[in-house]
């Protein structure tokens, strides 16, 4: 999925997908008539106000927009075609309006929300201030939330902190990093329940954080100094005096996007500067390529600083450096 600015051309395209979202919700076709002219989409407000759409595939599937010229914005548009509903969409363009509201110093968005709806938003943080009557034939008494949220409340990483706990590891946490590690296997080496142990006790750091009780994800880093035999690990100590090595993190499958491996690189970092370690050092595949994990790494500052062959000759690896100060200044 892309989710990238609308243009004024797609107008058409949008408004269909708001008519067809719409009619999701089960209302007669007469009402949805009724409702067409405030459902649809004007092309100068595209040109004017925040207007992201979601592509999938190639095709335009969901679109969602902000009118910035009240205080707080309002989010006027939020539509995901039905059948990619459940996917994320939805979430993922609320989260650029809230950047874009954010980044124009507005605290909160606010949402008229159809009844139908308000899960999803309370879900992305959003709480009902007020409601507003909305009645319709057959229901005489049906309401319309009122709703607000907070700019940087629909962000995977707000998101995330609300419901996660990042603690140290321990040996009862063994049998789900191992889980976890068989899940992402084709990026990361093989680890056995001995060859944890050992780490366990050679890492720097080695955390879990856990989503509603349950262990999501987890990091293992290592200083300079160790007996650890990763090649990787082992170049970076022919080249650098004092380094935290990320050896690893992971994230279950199913928590992929709601920003926890932010979470956990946040940790490495704060690590690093209470232990004086100038660099923080890692490496992920660039042959066969991994275009997620070269953005994620280039978001924390990593810069490429040399590469080698791995795996008798199978893939190659991208040996990262990020400078601790400067990932401190890129924060503030």
Known sequence: MLVRRASREEVDRLNAIAME?????????????????GLLTQPESID?????????????????????????????????????MGRGIGKALLQHICRAAAAAQESSLDIDADPNAEPFYR???????????????GEPSRVRPQMRLNSNAASPIAQAKRLMTTRAACSSDFAAVLALNRESERFLSPLSIEQLEK????????????????VGAFVLALREGTSYDSVNYRWF????????????????????GRGLGR???????????????PVVTCEYDIEPPNLASERFHQAFGFVEVGSQLV????????LQAASVGCQAANEA
């Not at 879900?123 to 034939?137: F, K, L, N, S, Y």
């Not at 979470?263 to 370690?277: C, G, I, K, M, N």
Request: proline fraction near 5%.
């Open 21 to 37: 979202a719409k009619a999701h919700w089960g209302y007669e076709p007469a009402q949805l008539e009724e409702w067409r002219p």
């Open 48 to 84: 004017k106000w925040p207007t992201f759409v979601a592509v999938v595939h190639g095709q335009a599937v969901g679109f969602a927009q902000a009118n910035p010229e009240r205080s707080p914005w309002e989010l006027v548009s939020l539509w995901v075609l039905p059948a990619f």
């Open 123 to 137: 879900a992305c943080g959003a709480v009902t201030i007020g409601v507003a009557a909305a009645p319709i034939r």
């Open 199 to 214: 780490l366990h006790l050679q890492a720097d750091l080695h955390q879990v954080l856990e989503v509603e009780g349950e």
């Open 237 to 256: 100590i022919e080249r650098y005096e004092r380094f935290l090595y990320v050896d690893r993190v992971v994230v279950s499958v199913a928590l992929h």
């Open 263 to 277: 979470v956990l690189y946040e940790s490495v970092f704060a690590h690093a500067r209470a232990t004086r370690a």
């Open 311 to 318: 795996a008798g000759g199978k893939k190659r690896v991208s």
